[in-house]
């Protein structure tokens, strides 16, 4: 069974900052799905980023970029010159891309842009 | 907006009652999945339904729980004589097979809350 750990329960930073959220996962698979999911208060969850697993080259949107490295099984998220609007719940999540594809989440990060 | 829609947003009952939570998933997607959201936990897998068919069901999914998807729209989840520890967001996912990534949306969520 696959795992996924963040181990920064919440973070705070200033606007305009960079921000950086952790991850780890734990599975015997080769290939796979990492994607960070943004869920704000009282909305619903969006994708903000997927990386496949066997694309060496770390996936970018715009502010966000992540830091994959398989053999350690780490998968950051980087948000650069943070928003206002980048406050959310951010979790971490893997999928195996054969059967039901269902998504198995980390225990989320609470972000906090100040102003 | 033709996302996907989840009615009640927010459900409180009383113990031993049944529920009942409807997800209305985005036109045509084929697949629907469920997942449970307790407080400060990231969501948990239930269940997923391909068109009508229900193919797999967490161990999470216990014998009070039953879900639906009549005619592969929209899907409910019923929960009989509800608990205490039933008390979580539900949340819907829908998504299109069409190739090796499906990316799943999410509804807004049903909260219930079992007193």
């Known amino acids: 069974a696959q795992t996924v750990t963040q181990s920064q329960p919440e973070m705070s930073v200033q606007e305009a900052e960079t921000v950086t959220l952790s991850c780890t996962y734990d599975?015997?698979?080769?290939?796979?799905?990492l994607f960070w999911y943004k869920q704000p208060p009282s909305r619903q969850m969006i994708l903000v980023i997927r990386q496949e697993a066997y694309k060496q080259q770390n996936a970018t949107e715009n502010r966000f970029s992540v830091n994959f490295q398989k053999a350690a099984k780490s998968f950051s998220l980087k948000i650069s010159d943070s928003q206002l609007g980048d406050t959310a719940m951010y979790f971490c999540a893997f999928m195996k891309p054969q059967g039901a594809q269902k998504l198995v989440f980390g225990q989320g990060t609470r972000l906090t842009i100040n102003p | 907006d033709t996302g996907v829609s989840q009615d009640p947003r927010h459900k409180i009952t009383k113990r031993g009652q049944n529920v009942t939570f409807r997800c209305d998933p985005i036109?045509?997607?084929?697949?629907l999945y469920w997942y449970r959201q307790t407080l400060g936990q990231g969501p948990e897998f239930l269940t997923y339904f391909q068109n009508e068919a229900q193919l797999e069901k967490s161990r999470l999914l216990s014998d009070r729980f039953s879900a639906e998807r009549p005619k592969g729209s929209f899907s409910t989840l019923e929960i009989q004589r509800t608990e205490q520890g039933d008390s979580a967001m539900y949340l819907c996912a829908s998504s299109l097979t069409s190739g090796t990534f499906n990316e799943q949306f999410f509804g807004p969520g049903t909260r219930l809350t079992v007193l």
């Open positions: 599975t015997s698979e080769s290939n796979y799905y």
């Open positions: 036109s045509e997607h084929n697949r």
